[in-house]
Nanobody
């Protein structure tokens, strides 16, 4: 089993930056892919970015060029660097470990609030 703990959220002005971290209790190498998702009040959870065990990345169109996902297997941690933040980026951000047949694991989330 993998337990995930997100950190790094907070309140930031538009145009600012934050770096989110997702620390895993177990090895993230066991995760076929790691991802960041977000959910704003009254909206469905949506994909922000994913990174595979091979390092391939994928981003939502709304964050391309502003957000960067990365992983440090030695530290069992995945990061989301968020630059040029906009008020519409305000949401709870959640980390996910995808293990295919063995299921998905989610963290408890960290809140990001961007003021205009």
């Amino acid at each position: 089993q993998v337990q995930l703990v997100e950190s790094g959220g907070g309140l930031v002005q538009a145009g600012g930056s934050l770096r989110l971290s997702c620390a895993a209790s177990g090895s993230i190498v066991s995760c076929n892919a790691m991802g960041w998702y977000r959910q704003a009040p009254g909206k469905q959870r949506e994909l922000v970015a994913t990174i595979t065990s091979g390092g391939n990345t994928n981003y939502a169109d709304s964050v391309k060029g502003r957000f960067t996902i990365s992983r440090d297997n030695a530290k069992n941690t995945v990061y989301l660097q968020m630059n040029s933040l906009k008020p519409e980026d305000t949401a709870g951000y959640y980390c996910k470990c995808s293990r295919g047949f063995f299921g998905d694991y989610w963290g408890q989330g960290t809140q990001v609030t961007v003021s205009s």
